[in-house]
């Protein structure tokens, strides 16, 4: 067991019961020293000289000058930490993302603490000597959470936090209590929370678990404090109930989609990974104020506006959810009915953000994605966004090796070629649907 102890004091006795001499340790800032704790031996108890609530009440300050914030509590500080079993690049550019997504969170990230390993241990997942080092490291910048990249199973969870008293959770959480902090309307809403009780009810041992720690999330969002106590079979009973209303929700849709598509409107929808610049798009090509912001799953709801083209003509245009690597699957099962909407494209746009050094697996995630839900056969257009942000050699090269439009979604000027792509393929199918080179360069 790893306690946050704020000092230990050993007296040895000789084996007439003589005290002798006395050793304390405690732990030191981190700017102190290469190893994070000192121990100090007194040869002899009856010269001990030293002040220890005045001893610890200057580390306490030294520990909060340099490695906190005063105004963030300590459950806003997060370790993250990664037990890596192949290549380092996938692995650190995995981690890279955990850190994107705490900080979409509100977290803030205190450290990062790799482990690599030829087999993740099967009782903690890390090792014990680096889960103490862990340990240590909270205890020194005041994070009160650890976030591991990794997913664990149930039993790993257990036994960390049993054994550190830290709040534990995994990737998968993590979204997961991105998704609750997000969702607006009441379908999002019961999504999210149908999602985490999927997430949880294989966690539920009958009894108790360390379940307080698992419903309450990283705040208390979602199914948080209040249903500690809730059991297996009133998760079930919950999901059941939720899955009804949300079954109304998607009848409602259907019949919206079916006027909808009686009236012949062509439908395109964006898709893309999490963050490209979807609802910067849809707002620019529509005048429209969607919200789009610098963190991941800023969209959870879909929103559809109109989009009008010369001649009268115009198509409905759609922006939904973003997709991640490694989307936890309660999620996916769980916005199945959002994701639905997508059926119905006529069109999909596929936006990607060329800036992003991600960019090529991005793409594939998305492209595997789109596999799952049986979207293949919908026409896609790539959009290479963000072309602001890259060399212009860059961009044409995107648009004449890939078959893609460079875009900045920020700016309209930069749009013509994607719109006149669209156009092509909506009403002159069959005609090339390729924009010439020279549209690309106007
Ligand atoms: N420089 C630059 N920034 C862009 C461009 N397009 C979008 N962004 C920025 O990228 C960030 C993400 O944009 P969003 O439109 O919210 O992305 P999204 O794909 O809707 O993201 P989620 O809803 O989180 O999946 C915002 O800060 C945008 O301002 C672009 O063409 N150039
Ligand atoms: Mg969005």
Request: net charge neutral; with cysteine; aromatic share 4%.
């Amino acid at each position: 067991m790893l306690l946050g102890l704020d000092m230990m004091v050993t007296v040895r006795v000789d084996p007439e019961g003589i005290p002798g001499p006395i050793d304390y340790a405690h732990i030191l800032p981190s700017n102190v020293g290469d190893r994070g704790w000192d121990i100090t031996t007194v040869p002899d108890s009856g010269r001990l000289n030293a002040d220890f609530l005045e001893l610890i009440r200057a580390i306490e300050d030294e520990l909060s000058r340099t490695d906190r914030r005063p105004t963030l509590e300590r459950k806003d500080r997060a370790l993250l930490a990664a037990v890596v079993t192949g290549p380092s690049g996938p692995a650190k550019e995995s981690l890279n993302e955990l850190r994107a997504l705490a900080i979409s969170n509100d977290l803030e990230v205190a450290g990062v603490l790799v482990q690599r390993l030829k087999r993740p241990d099967p009782h903690f997942f890390i090792g014990k000597g680096k889960l103490s080092e862990l340990v240590l490291k909270c205890t020194q910048t005041g994070a009160g959470l650890l976030i591991f990249d990794n997913e664990l199973t149930p039993n790993q969870i257990r036994s960390l936090t049993d054994y550190t008293d830290l709040r534990i959770i995994d990737r998968s959480q993590l979204i997961l209590d991105i998704f609750a902090r997000r969702a607006v309307t009441r379908e999002g809403k019961i999504q999210v929370e149908l999602a985490q009780l999927k997430y949880l009810l294989p966690r539920l041992a009958e009894k108790n678990t360390a379940m307080s720690r698992l419903t309450g999330g990283i705040g208390a969002r979602g199914p948080g404090e209040t249903k500690l106590e809730i059991n297996r079979r009133r998760a079930r009973e919950r999901i059941i109930n939720l899955n009804r209303e949300l079954e109304k929700i998607r009848q409602q849709r259907q019949d919206r989609r079916r006027l909808r598509n009686s009236r012949r409107v062509p439908v395109i929808s964006i898709v893309g990974y999490t963050n490209a610049g979807k609802s910067t798009l849809l707002n620019t090509l529509t005048n429209s104020s969607v919200g789009a912001k610098n963190r991941l799953f800023e969209t959870l709801d879909p929103s559809s506006r109109r989009l009008r083209f010369p001649r009268e003509r115009e198509v409905i245009i759609t922006d939904t959810v973003g997709f991640i690597r490694a989307l936890p699957k309660s999620l996916m099962e769980a916005f199945a009915a959002t994701l639905e909407e997508l059926h119905d494209a006529d069109l999909l746009l596929h936006v990607v953000d060329a800036a992003n050094p991600r960019m090529e697996e991005q793409i594939k995630t998305v492209e595997e994605i789109l596999l799952q839900l049986d979207l293949k056969d919908i026409p896609c257009i790539t959009a290479f966004n963000k072309a602001d942000l890259i060399p212009p050699e860059e961009a044409i090269s995107l648009s004449r090796f890939r078959d893609g439009v460079p875009i900045s979604a920020v700016d309209r000027t930069t749009l013509a070629p994607l719109l006149a792509r669209i156009e092509n393929f909506l009403w002159n199918q069959g005609d090339q649907d390729a924009p010439t080179q020279k549209e690309i360069d106007r």
